[in-house]
């Protein structure tokens, strides 16, 4: 059938096998055959090539469809098979407006521009349980790896950022230290990474009877921000929030006597997660960062 809807696009048996790389006669023998089995003649033989006949008209115009719609599914489960489409779930709960994991995305997307790439924001524990259940094919947390079942990636490392309101004090500076924010009030999200920035907060800043001010909010990255534009205190947040920029808001750069503070980032997958499209994810991860490790 392919034969014959080669012959009828090129008028001729030889050009026809010239276009399929065969020979001439294994494609007039290939036709031949289905002629022979459909009991009609398709072509009528001529010296200046090959015209469809009657029946070969009427058949010719469903076998061209099936011929169409047949190569475009061999295409599209080749393209499966290694990775080029389908679809990956990437699960995160940090800012998509700038930093890693927002050029990994953008980078993937145009390699894999037939891969659809759906995104799942959620906490921690959300995450885990979608990559367990097989809804997440990877998910992207802070902090450093922890053991648990199925592969566990580190990946890069963003700065801590601290958000200040326009006016205040310490705005004009393009470096922001620990000891000049004990006295300041602090707004933090109780969602991820909330908490464990937190931890980070106090780390830097905890003393023996002094702890630093800090106001918990249920409530989404942003709407801590603009609590902060509107001057109700300061905050802290991971390097890839500030790509969104606020009224009244200013970022700049926590350091100590070591240089910036940092959060790490970590992917975890299932073992047993054989997505193709996973497999070009993960690929495209130890490529940007080649430093990452694996591990079960």
Not at 46 to 62: P, Y
Not at 200 to 217: C, M, T
Not at 276 to 287: Q, R
Request: proline share 4%; charged share 25%; net charge positive.
């Amino acid at each position: 059938m392919r034969y014959a809807v080669a012959a009828t696009r090129y008028r001729s048996f030889r050009k026809a096998a010239d276009a399929l790389g065969i020979k001439q006669s294994t494609l007039s023998r290939g036709i031949a055959q289905l002629e022979a089995r459909l009991g009609v003649i398709l072509f009528e033989r001529t010296s200046g090539g090959v015209l469809l006949t009657r029946a070969g008209r009427e058949i010719l115009r469903t076998s061209t469809h099936l011929v169409e719609t047949l190569d475009q599914m061999i295409s599209t489960a080749r393209n499966i098979g290694n990775g080029d489409a389908g679809h990956i779930t990437v699960g995160f709960y940090t800012s998509l407006s700038a930093g890693n994991l927002r050029a990994s995305l953008v980078e993937y997307a145009a390699r894999f521009p037939k891969v659809d790439i759906r995104t799942l924001e959620g906490a921690r524990a959300c995450l885990f349980a979608g990559v367990d259940s097989g809804r997440i094919d990877i998910a992207i947390t802070t902090g450093d790896p922890i053991a648990r079942d199925g592969n566990v990636m580190a990946l890069w490392s963003e700065r801590i950022i601290v958000a200040l309101p326009e006016g205040h004090r310490l705005a004009g500076n393009n470096i922001v230290y620990w000891t000049d924010l004990k006295d300041e009030t602090f707004l933090l999200s109780q969602r991820d990474p909330g908490p464990e920035i937190q931890d980070i907060l106090l780390s830097k800043l905890a003393a023996p009877g002094e702890r630093p001010r800090v106001v918990s909010h249920d409530i989404t990255r942003e709407n801590i921000k603009s609590l902060v534009g509107a001057g109700f205190g300061v905050s802290l947040m991971c390097e890839a929030c500030i790509g969104a920029n606020y009224p009244g808001l200013v970022y700049r750069e926590a350091r100590d006597g070591n240089g910036p503070s940092r959060i790490s980032d970590t992917a975890y997958w299932r073992s047993d997660n054989n997505n193709p499209a996973l497999a070009g994810f993960i690929s495209l991860l130890k490529e940007r960062h080649p430093s990452v490790s694996v591990g079960d």
